[in-house]
């Protein structure tokens, strides 16, 4: 009997790594990879929030692996890995979620918080890739997902560090795929649009007379769909690209942003 066309989507008994996935975009992503069978690992900073997204996990009926480590911190990484294959298996799916941004104008902005959030955000998953790839290359396949961003396409004020970063990510994207393809690794990037998670909480606050936070309003009106996007709006590409459907597609960033990229906004009533 052909095998069914849809079992290409099928993660089972894949290991998925995400990074800083206790909660945000990549549980979102976490939770779709483990009702597609695979098993979730991932890491945060702190031990409270690992033991936090552990239990977010479980009200989910999913048996996540969490483990303490920094991204930015080689020998932790290299550590981690080692732990994960001794302790889950080798590595199949890696998502490079973890992220962080600064919204602070570049003259104000120190070099230091500059390098933070470069380390964080292309450092990093140069680092968490480096210590996966030899065990995918053993395996004879592999999955790594860049998590970038509309500012891995378009810059806007107070964010010079975190675009350059993630511009950096969409080329370091590409050449994972030229390294690594021959050994049936894809690697490719998933960029969001703007996202209702904790990271652009500051954005869609409040105003103390109750109306909308005025990056609302504009967000609201250069998105085509005319709303904020959810973790849950990047479950079914993920999910693509970690999966044997997408094995012929590689170097691909994939924007999931409601159609932000190809508007120019909304025209003057
Ligand atoms: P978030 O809510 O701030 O979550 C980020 C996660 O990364 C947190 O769990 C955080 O842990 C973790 N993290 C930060 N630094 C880390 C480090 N050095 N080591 C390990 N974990 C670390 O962010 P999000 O909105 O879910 O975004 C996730 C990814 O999507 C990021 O790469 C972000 O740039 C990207 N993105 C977000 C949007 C959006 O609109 N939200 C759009 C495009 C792209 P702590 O809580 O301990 O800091
Ligand atoms: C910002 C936002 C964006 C989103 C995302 C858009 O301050 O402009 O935080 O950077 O997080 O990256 O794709
Ligand atoms: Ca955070």
Redesign the pocket.
């Known amino acids: 009997m052909e095998k069914n066309f849809l079992q290409n989507f099928s993660l089972e008994g894949k290991v998925a790594l995400v ?10 992503i976490a939770t779709a990879f483990a009702q597609c069978g695979a098993t979730i690992v991932f ?4 031990q409270e ?1 690992v033991d936090k ?1 552990l239990a977010a996990y479980k009200e989910k009926g999913i048996e996540a692996h969490g483990y303490v ?5 080689e020998a932790a990484v290299n550590a981690l890995v080692a732990r994960i294959e001794k302790e889950v298996g080798v590595i199949d799916i890696l998502v ?6 600064k919204r602070i104008p570049m003259t104000e902005m120190s070099a230091a918080e500059f390098r933070q959030v470069i ?3 292309l450092n ?1 998953p140069f680092i968490v890739s480096k210590a996966v790839i030899p065990g995918m290359i053993k395996k004879g396949h592999g999955k790594i997902i860049n ?5 891995s396409e378009l810059g806007r004020e107070t964010v010079s560090a ?1 675009a350059a970063a ?1 511009g950096g990510l969409k080329m370091l994207t590409r050449n994972i795929c030229s390294e690594y393809g021959e050994y049936n690794i894809q690697c490719n990037g ?11 909480a500051p954005l869609r606050e409040r105003q103390p007379d109750g109306s909308r936070h005025p990056f609302d309003s504009f967000i609201v009106a250069k998105t085509p769909a005319a709303r ?2 959810t ?1 849950e709006d990047l479950q079914g590409p993920a999910v693509f690209l970690a999966s044997d459907a997408s094995n012929f597609v590689n170097g691909l960033v994939l924007y999931v942003d409601g159609g932000i990229l190809a508007y120019i906004g909304k025209q003057p009533k």
């Not at 990074?19 to 979102?28: E, H, R």
């Not at 490079?96 to 941004?101: H, T």
């Not at 998933?190 to 652009?200: F, K, L, R, S």
């Open positions: 990074t800083g996935a206790s909660y945000g975009i990549g549980f979102g890491n945060d900073i702190k929030l997204g480590c920094d991204v930015t911190d490079n979620n973890a992220g962080i941004i380390d964080v955000d990093a998590i970038c961003s509309m500012m975190y993630k998933i960029g969001p649009g703007y996202i209702a998670t904790p990271q652009t904020w996007g973790p």
